[in-house]
């Protein structure tokens, strides 16, 4: 009875802790007074609790504020720049790392190309290479890393921290989280890179301030993450936001979930690369093929882009088709969740107006009006470093607002 007891009380004073240093993080400075009456918590509470944490020195004291007759009080603010976070990007190609603050403020950023011949072992050994790499580069004290997050394509069991299935590096299965914390004896936070990136815009990007947003990714695949009331939604299995395996054409070309007309195999980086060469195989003129060497598999999304940057017509033609269909996408998912912003980000993105313009004007036809006039559709505000930031934010979110405190 009594271990029962101890044990509601600690985690009462863990919640009390978490919702107390978010107060300070979103509304910081602020005074202990000010913090008890946002909170409602009893001012002996708040002093005892900012007490041990002005000792662990995640809070420092500020400036004095205004008086209202007595003495100033003095004010309180997240010390952000005594620790670190490490965000890791783990796409198709390469993984991308950051190092930041407790603001996201990104502090050294680092890239690892992926081996073509990967496994889950030389996957894990990459990642414990890629975090000693940076934190020995930037002589951490590994007492001011609050922890690392993890931003995983493909399917994830976050609650495990467990890679199901990375599709575009053909892995099952791969334990990051218990690796991780084994190498590192830190906390480790793992979740779909396009959820993770969602969480990050909602804190630190386009979302910030939205209570309902989708955040679309747009690259080698399609997926999306979902904000309802400010929290991220995963579903039942883990698997909300595959947008990109709806069907938007039951004609179109095979997608490799092997359906036929899926988003993503007719708008992702791939899918553009592959509508450019068709269309060069039919006859059509480009610079594209000038762009590539002359070598038409070494075509990418990206060199789609460039052409389309030089005015090429056939480049800007492959885009807008991209972007319609990405419309269609877009415009079912206004309708069904009816969120007030669409936020697109990934490689694909950098095409900018291209695509944007087609994705609103498909968008401004295709979805019913209430919901598309409250909807307004953006690009990333955290650019190449969305999901590395998001996985950042995994972290930070642990620290400040779990789940079982009360959301700011």
Known sequence: MVR?????????????????????????????????????????????IVGELLESGLVIESD????????????????SQAFQVIGIDVGARDIKLVLTNLDAEILDSLRVS?????????????????????????????????????????????????????????????PIR????????????????????????????????????????????????IIIDRKLFDGTTHTAGELGHITVDPE??????????????????????????????????????????????????????AAALQGDALAIEVLQAAGRYLGIGIAAVINFLNPARVIIGGGVAKAGDFLLEAVNETVRTRALQTPAEAASITLSGLGDHATAIGAVTLVLKKLFAPDYATPM
């Open 4 to 48: 029962g007891m101890a044990g509601s009380f600690q985690l009462m004073k863990s919640l009390n802790k978490s919702l107390i240093l978010n107060v300070i993080r979103t509304e910081g400075p602020i005074s202990r007074a000010d913090i008890a009456k946002r909170t409602q918590l009893t001012a002996p509470t708040v002093t005892n």
């Open 64 to 79: 004095l504020g205004a008086s209202s007759g007595g003495r100033k009080p003095i004010l309180l603010r997240i010390h």
């Open 114 to 174: 992926m081996p073509a011949d990967l496994s889950n072992e030389r996957l894990l050994a990459l990642l414990s290479e890629a975090v000693r790499g940076i934190m020995d580069r930037n002589r951490l004290n590994k007492a001011s890393v609050i922890g690392i997050g993890v931003g995983m394509h493909g399917l994830v069991n976050p609650a495990e921290g467990v890679s199901i299935y990375a599709p575009n590096l053909n892995l099952r299965n791969i």
């Open 178 to 225: 218990d690796w991780l914390q084994t190498a590192f004896a830190l906390p480790v936070e793992v979740e779909n890179d396009v959820r993770a990136m969602a969480l990050g815009e909602s804190w630190f990007g386009s979302g910030r301030g939205i209570d309902h947003f989708v955040c679309v990714n747009v690259g080698r695949g399609v997926g999306a993450g």
């Open 252 to 305: 179109g070309p095979k997608c490799s979930c092997g359906n036929y007309g899926c988003l993503q195999a007719l708008v992702s980086g791939p899918a553009i690369a592959s509508r450019a060469k068709a269309e060069m195989q039919r006859g059509r003129t480009s610079i594209i093929a000038e762009l590539a060497g002359g070598d038409a598999d070494a075509i990418t999304g990206e060199t789609v882009h």
